[in-house]
């Protein structure tokens, strides 16, 4: 759980959009799906937040009524991206997606993929990215078996966290 300073102006928000565990989520949705709220779910490491990913969530966010999103842990990022990732820890890489007026969860999981928490969580729509093809998507057995869907959204040429980085590092 994000832990803040006393009176911080996100603290509000770090306490009711970032979840501690999947279980703590899963109450959560429990709520909004009595209300008949449609959860759409999408995972990934969010090291720089950039335009890219402002795009792809936002469209992610349009298709139901609850985004949530399932965030690598540092330890996953770095076995996925190298030794020198993530430039942001967890604790602000949630926090900078809880920001975004769109998100209404965060929670971040431990393992190399989401499917455990998918498993758990059981979303009505599980989204990925454009660079994605739908058979390669983490979770979605699990997700049709249930009766909800998968889509692959667009995906905004130009812009990766890996490009900005070296971009940075070329200054």
Request: proline share 3%.
């Amino acid at each position: 759980m994000l832990i803040m300073k006393k009176n911080n102006p996100l603290d509000r928000i770090a306490r009711e959009k970032i979840f501690p565990h999947g279980q703590a989520l899963l109450k959560k949705m429990k709520e909004w799906s009595s209300l008949g709220e449609e959860t759409v779910f999408t995972n990934g490491c969010f090291d720089l937040l950039h335009l890219g990913h402002l795009s792809y969530l936002k469209e992610a966010a349009s298709l139901g009524d609850r985004l949530i999103i399932g965030l690598n842990a540092d330890a996953s990022v770095r076995t996925l991206k190298g030794a020198n990732r993530p430039i942001w820890a967890e604790r602000e890489r949630s926090l900078h997606l809880a920001c975004l007026t769109f998100v209404d969860a965060v929670v971040v999981f431990e393992e190399s993929t989401p499917e455990q928490l998918i498993e758990l969580l059981l979303p009505d729509i599980l989204v990925k990215g454009g660079d994605y093809k739908l058979e390669d998507v983490v979770g979605k057995d699990i997700v049709e078996s249930a009766g909800g869907r998968v889509q692959i959204l667009s995906f905004l040429e130009g812009y990766s966290s890996t490009a900005l980085i070296e971009k940075i590092q070329s200054l």
